[in-house]
């Protein structure tokens, strides 16, 4: 069994994903190749918004947005401290100072009744993560930030194709930034990621910002980077969005059949909480329980793999303890306590339903053996 299967989907679309490539092989326009603009139009119709600048990575892609809104030294950037470690590295990689709020829960996602206390004059953005595929309370996150003037980015690096309110995520926020690598829910087949927005300068700033800060050839008005996505990993992604709608339904339907059959072994593991009005992309199907580590050994040890996501809260991570004021940020219970007992089951839309019912079969065994 697979944790995210990447053979299926390639076996079954190899056509049309190696016919896009070999359009991309006989063209030969490898960087900012037409199907750049073409992946950007479809993207930003998808999302939603006016604006999709594509990027070479997630983590570029939140570099770019946070480039184009001047954040640097001596700033300070609102985000979460459970998560994959992109978004404070990025801020503190930029001289900014990652400020740590705690989170919801039930949804793991940043909790917007805590951010309020964390504005400073130095606050320059709020930087929620929509995790595991789940969007963050984006009317109330935006409502303390439209009060401060603050700008918000969605860091949706799991949450591609997720309604927040009937709305994509990407769309929600001032900037929108998202990750195709491959096991994210649109994966391509190398590293790629996009940033949405319907502000047209702040567009135009990124799309300057990922080829060095240039306007015209070799002229620089900006301080940049090579932030491109290449032509390869666009035709692969144009061939796969086809079967996105899809893929999405399924990721949806199979982890609402999780969560039922995830009744059998309450209230020893707990499934995650969507919002009604959310509708979550599963990018990880992440439970939680006191037994954690004992039902990951034993799952592995029948060919069950799991993950940790994430063992260690951001503000405890070794390289922030040297940057002055990251690393003695907290405590923030809920996360430390998340961190301790989370763990994400296998899940992609190429999971069977027989491979579902052996998973919780097998946590059922345990839990039965233990009490
Ligand atoms: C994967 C991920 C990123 C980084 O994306 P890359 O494309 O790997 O650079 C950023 N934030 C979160 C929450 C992620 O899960």
Known sequence: MDFIDLKTPY??????IDNSIQRVLDHGRYIMGPEIEELEGRLAAYVGVEHC???????????MAMM??????????????FTFIAPAETIAFLGAKPVFVDIDPATYNIDPALIEKAITTKTKAIMPVSLYGQCAEFDEINAIAGAHKIPVIEDGAQSFGATYKGRRSGGLTTIGCTSFFP????????????????DGNLATRMSQIRVHGQDRRYHHPVLGFNGRMDTLQAAILLAKLETYDDEVDTRYRLGGRFTDQLARVAPAVTAPYVESYNASVYAQYTVQ???RDLIIKELALIGIPTAVHYPVPLHRQPVFQAIEGVGNQGPFPTSENAASRVFSLPMHPYLSTDDQDKIIDAIASVLGSTS
Do not use: M, W
């Open 53 to 63: 600048i594509s990027a070479g990575s997630g983590t570029d892609a939140l570099l």
């Open 68 to 81: 184009a809104l001047g954040i640097g030294i001596g700033d300070e950037v609102i985000t979460t401290p």
């Open 183 to 198: 096991s994210k829910p649109l994966g391509c087949y190398g590293d790629g990621g996009a940033c949405f927005t319907n």
């Open 11 to 16: 076996a079954r679309h190899k056509q049309e």
């Open 289 to 291: 329980s006191e037994n």
